[in-house]
């Protein structure tokens, strides 16, 4: 048809089958009776050019109209019209605004259940757990009317509480564990031949996950106060033992305890008191104060002998 373009004539015939059908002439001509329900809806500054149509089925086509809205670029109007046998005036099923190719929409919608990821959960949160959780089975001991010494002896073994632990949930937490940072196949535990099942730091759980899992309780190592599997190891096993070697004496030692005797002889040790005691002497005499007088003669007295060795 002149002026109209198609964009797609898809009838689905069964839900499994699509074939190309042929547009009712009559919708496929109704671009103005379309366009004028697209402005009623939305105003004629914001309905653009018409795009082509869509056939939906039987007497059922969509005309579609680009959006001017400033803010839906890319967006399309959507008019789906309809007429009823041998009729031949066409009626407005619904006029909607449908993202196009180029349209800018918001990221599909996922439930808040999916959204969170382990390491959300902050101080004040609560997450509650499904009623259908995998992981969880309903306890079954039932403590109704029990004494009270029962149950204390109930409630310190956990047999009172109203959901445990399944099968699948210890299954599941077992292999999250074991392919973990703390399981053997980590770089830390390739690194080193020691095995936390024979460390003295690890303590084995007291439940079924005890067979093949433990906590660590040195806190030298990566691990402490985590779930570690028995076959993970790291360089604080409780075997590691370094050897260190002696360390060598120097040869030269210098002796703080002892001493040494020199011997001197009397007429030696005379000639040193009288060179000391003249040195001594000449240092006082050198220290003490001279008056004008001497200083002026000892002046001219150097002066003289600087004169005389000039001549």
């Known amino acids: ?21 042929k547009p009712d002439a009559v919708l496929a001509a109704a671009v103005d009776p379309a366009r004028e329900a697209a402005i009623a809806e939305t105003g004629a500054a914001r309905v653009g050019e018409h795009l ?18 400033p803010g839906y670029r890319g967006w399309r109007w959507a008019v789906t019209l309809t007429r ?5 005036t066409v009626t407005v099923n619904e006029v909607v605004m449908l993202p196009g190719d180029e349209a800018i929409v918001a990221p599909e919608w996922v439930p808040w259940s999916d959204r969170v990821q382990p390491g959300d959960l902050r101080p004040g949160d609560l997450f509650p757990s499904l009623p259908d959780d995998p992981r969880l089975e309903p306890g079954f001991t039932d403590t109704t009317g029990a004494p009270e010494e029962v149950l204390t002896v109930v ?25 973990g940072d703390f399981g053997p196949a980590s770089p830390i535990a390739q690194a080193v031949p020691y095995k936390c099942n024979s460390c003295g730091y690890w303590i084995r759980l007291a439940d079924s996950l005890g067979q093949a ?15 570690v599997a028995y076959d993970y190891g ?13 360390q060598p004496s120097t040869e030269h030692a210098f002796d703080t305890t002892g001493y040494d005797e020199l011997a001197i002889s009397a007429g030696q040790l005379d000639d040193d008191l009288v060179e000391a005691d003249a ?6 005499a050198a220290a003490e104060p001279t008056s004008d007088d001497e200083l002026v003669e000892e002046t001219a007295d150097a002066l003289v002998e600087e004169t ?4």
């Open 1 to 21: 048809m002149p002026g109209v373009r198609e964009l797609s004539i898809v009838t689905p015939v069964k839900a499994s089958e699509s074939v190309r059908a």
């Open 52 to 69: 082509g149509y869509l056939v939906e089925g039987e007497r059922l086509l969509t005309h579609y109209f680009a959006s001017t809205h």
């Open 84 to 88: 009823a046998s041998r009729a031949k």
């Open 155 to 179: 409630e310190e073994l956990g047999l009172g509480r109203e959901r445990v632990l399944s099968q699948y949930g210890r299954e599941d937490a077992a292999e999250r564990w074991y392919a």
């Open 213 to 227: 899992f433990g906590g660590c309780t040195n806190e030298m190592a990566p691990g402490e106060g985590r779930i």
């Open 234 to 246: 790291c360089g604080a096993h409780s075997d590691v033992v370094v050897e260190s070697p002696d």
């Open 279 to 284: 040195v001594q002497a000449e240092i006082e």
């Open 308 to 311: 005389a060795d000039q001549d």
